[in-house]
C-alpha cells in the first residue's frame, strides 16, 4: 500500500536543548492507517509531529538532520504553508491555534489563506463546526469557550484545510467524557473516507482507534506494534508513562483473550466463564464507604441558591445548593461548559454571585476577601502557565509568603516544604518556563501550598500529564488530604475521580444534577449521560455484574475463582 509519510534518520536538537528531542527515528505510515504514538513527557512526540510540516526546525530552530516525505514528496525546501493542504496538525497548547474575535473567523482563517473561495468556505465550515459539535458556536468569541470548546474549535480550524494527513498532538486533553468519545468517532469517520492519522494520545479510548502503536523514549522508538500486542503489556505502557486500559489490566490477571476491551463484553465474558463476586468482601467494601460517607465533619464552605449570570447574559450557574466539609476530598464534575469553573470562583471571591449566598466559615464571601482568602483557600489554574510569571522557581513559590508580610527565613522554610511536597526539592534556581508541563503543574501547586491553605481548589489539575506525572499529582493531593486539608478538584477525567475522591457533584447546564458519595454517583449511567459523563472502564464493567468497581484491584478482589472449581 502507498505509504503516507516516511521519516528516515531524523535527529533534531533544540537550540538551547542539552540533548537531542529526536535521535534517529525511522518511520514509516500507509495511506489509510492510524497510528499511536505514546510515551513519558519529553519522549519526543510533539517534536516528531512538528518535524512533519517544518514547524520544526523552521520555527522552533536547532541542529536538524534526517529525510521527512508526506504523500510521497520530500517536505525539504518546503514552508509550512505548503504543506498545510497534506498535513493538519492540532497542537497540545490549542489555545495557541486561536486567535480571531469568533470562532467562524479562526476556521475561515486556514481556508482563506489558501485561497478557497467564498461559497467552498462557508460549506467547510459549516462542516467542521458539525463535526466537533459546535454548530451553535459560530458567532462566540473564543475567549468565553471553556477549554475543551476551545480545543473542539482548534480541532475544526485545521478540518476545514481538509488535509489528507491529520495529526493529533494530545487534542481530546481537555474534553469531557462524551466530548473525547465524539473526536474519536469523528477520527473513526475520518479513517473509513480513507483519512491517514497520526495520533499522540496518554489514554486508552485514543489506542483503541489505532492500526498501530509506536513508543518513544528519549527520543527514540523503543517498541511498536499492533494495539493488540502493546496494549496488552500493560507494564511496557505504565513504564513509559501511559495509562493502560483498565480491561487489558483486568483479562491479563484473570487470563482471559477477548476481541475487544469493551466493559460489557468482557463482563459478558467473565459471567460466561463462571466468576462470581464474593458476598464478604462486596460487604467489606460497602462497610468501608459507610465509614467515610458518615464521617463527620465542619461545613466550611456552603452554598444556598446561587446564580450566575456573565455580563454578556449567558446563565452560568443555576440554583446551587452545596455544602464542603472539612477534611472532604471532593470532585466536582461535568461537561465541559458545565459552570464548574465558575462555581469554584465564589469560593475565594473571584466571582460574585448574581443571586444566592457563599459563605466561608459561616462568613460570607465577597470578591474584597480574595487576598483575605488565599491564606485559607488556595486556587491552581487549569492552565499552569496562567499562573506562572517569575523566572525563578524560588520566587515564584515565595511570592505569596512575602506578600502576605513573613519574614525571609520563614518564606525560606514554606518555600522548601512546599517544593518538597510535590517532589521539586534543590530546583529552586531553576527557570520555570524550561520545566515540562508536568513540573509546572507541581510548581504551580507549590506557589499555593506555600500559603499553607487549609482548602485547595485544583482546576483539572493533570490535564496533558503522561500517566506517571498524573498518579504523582494524584498522590501528593490524596497526601494532603490524610494530614488533614481538604482537596477540591474540577475534572472530567473520571478513572481519577473513582481512584482518589471520596465525594462527587455533577453539574449540568449550570445546574447540580447529581450528589454523593464517588460509588454512588459513578453506578448512576443516565444521569452521568445528560453531563456527557460516562463512568471508568471497570465501573461499567462492575455494573455488568452488579456492583460498581471503582478499581481494578478492587474487582479482582471481589471475583472469585470459577464455579465448580
Known amino acids: 500500500m502507498e505509504r503516507a509519510v516516511w521519516v528516515k534518520g531524523l535527529r533534531f536538537r533544540y537550540q538551547r536543548g542539552k540533548g537531542f528531542a529526536l535521535e534517529g ?104 463546526l458539525s463535526a466537533v459539535g459546535m454548530s451553535e458556536f459560530r458567532e462566540r468569541a473564543p475567549e468565553t469557550l471553556s477549554g475543551g470548546e476551545k480545543q473542539r474549535l482548534a480541532i475544526a480550524s485545521v478540518l476545514a484545510l481538509e488535509p489528507e494527513v491529520l495529526a493529533f498532538d494530545e487534542a481530546c486533553t481537555d474534553l469531557d467524557p462524551m466530548g473525547r468519545a465524539e473526536v474519536f468517532e469523528l477520527m473513526k469517520k475520518l479513517k473509513a473516507e480513507g483519512k491517514t492519522i497520526l495520533l499522540v494520545e496518554h489514554e486508552p479510548e485514543g489506542l483503541f482507534l489505532a492500526d498501530r502503536i509506536v513508543i518513544l523514549n528519549q527520543g527514540k522508538i523503543i517498541a511498536e506494534g499492533s494495539k493488540k500486542e502493546i496494549l496488552s503489556e500493560p507494564e511496557l505502557l505504565i513504564k513509559n508513562g501511559v495509562r493502560p486500559s483498565e480491561m487489558a489490566e483486568l483479562c491479563g490477571a484473570l487470563k482471559i483473550t477477548p476481541v475487544e476491551f469493551d466493559p460489557i463484553k468482557v463482563g459478558q465474558i467473565v459471567k460466561e466463564r463462571g466468576f462470581r463476586l464474593k458476598a464478604e468482601v462486596l460487604a467489606e467494601i460497602r462497610k468501608r464507604d459507610e465509614g467515610v460517607k458518615n464521617q463527620p465533619g465542619e461545613v466550611i464552605i456552603k452554598v444556598e441558591g446561587l446564580e450566575h449570570i456573565y455580563p454578556n447574559g449567558k446563565k452560568a450557574l443555576s440554583g446551587i445548593e452545596l455544602e464542603v466539609r472539612r477534611n472532604d476530598f471532593l470532585a466536582i464534575i461535568g461537561q465541559n461548559g458545565s459552570g464548574k469553573t465558575t462555581l469554584v470562583k465564589h469560593f475565594n471571591g473571584l466571582l460574585k454571585g448574581s443571586k444566592g449566598l457563599v459563605s466561608f466559615l459561616g462568613k460570607e464571601i465577597l470578591p474584597k476577601m480574595v487576598s483575605e482568602l488565599g491564606r485559607e483557600i488556595g486556587f491552581v489554574f487549569q492552565n499552569p502557565d496562567h499562573q506562572i510569571f517569575s523566572n525563578r522557581v524560588y520566587d515564584e513559590v515565595g511570592f505569596g509568603p512575602r506578600n502576605y508580610g513573613f519574614s525571609e527565613a520563614e518564606v525560606k522554610k514554606r518555600v522548601e516544604v512546599a517544593l518538597e511536597l510535590v517532589g521539586l526539592s534543590g530546583r529552586e534556581d531553576e527557570n520555570p518556563f524550561l520545566m515540562t508541563k508536568g513540573e509546572r503543574q507541581r510548581l504551580a501547586i507549590a506557589s499555593v501550598l506555600s500559603a499553607e491553605p487549609g482548602v485547595l481548589i485544583l482546576d483539572e489539575p493533570t490535564t496533558g500529564l503522561d500517566y506517571t506525572e498524573q498518579i504523582r499529582v494524584m498522590e501528593l493531593l490524596k497526601e494532603l488530604n490524610q494530614k488533614g486539608r481538604t482537596i477540591i478538584i474540577i475534572t472530567h477525567t473520571l478513572w481519577l475521580v473513582a481512584r482518589y475522591a471520596s465525594q462527587a457533584v455533577v453539574l449540568a447546564e449550570g445546574k447540580k444534577i447529581l450528589e454523593g458519595s464517588v460509588r454512588e454517583v459513578l453506578a448512576q449511567a443516565e444521569i452521568l449521560k445528560q453531563a456527557d459523563l460516562i463512568a471508568p472502564e471497570i465501573t461499567r464493567f462492575g455494573m455488568e455484574l452488579g456492583f460498581p468497581f471503582l478499581r481494578v484491584d478492587e474487582a479482582l478482589k471481589a471475583l472469585g475463582k470459577k464455579l465448580g472449581d
Not at 92 to 112: M, R, V
Open 25 to 128: 527515528i525511522d518511520f514509516e505510515q500507509r495511506k489509510g492507517e492510524v497510528v499511536a504514538i505514546v510515551g513519558r513527557s519529553g519522549a519526543g512526540k510533539s517534536s516528531f509531529l512538528l518535524c512533519l510540516n517544518r514547524i520544526v526546525p523552521d520555527f522552533h530552530t536547532g541542529e536538524f538532520s534526517g529525510e521527512v516525505e508526506i504523500l510521497g514528496e520530500t517536505i525539504s525546501g518546503k514552508k509550512t504553508y505548503q504543506l498545510a493542504r497534506k498535513l493538519g496538525l492540532v497542537l497540545q497548547d490549542f489555545e495557541s491555534q486561536l486567535f480571531s474575535t469568533k470562532a467562524e473567523l479562526d476556521i475561515a482563517f486556514g481556508p482563506e489563506n489558501l485561497g478557497i473561495g467564498r461559497e467552498e468556505m462557508g460549506r467547510r465550515i459549516d462542516c467542521a
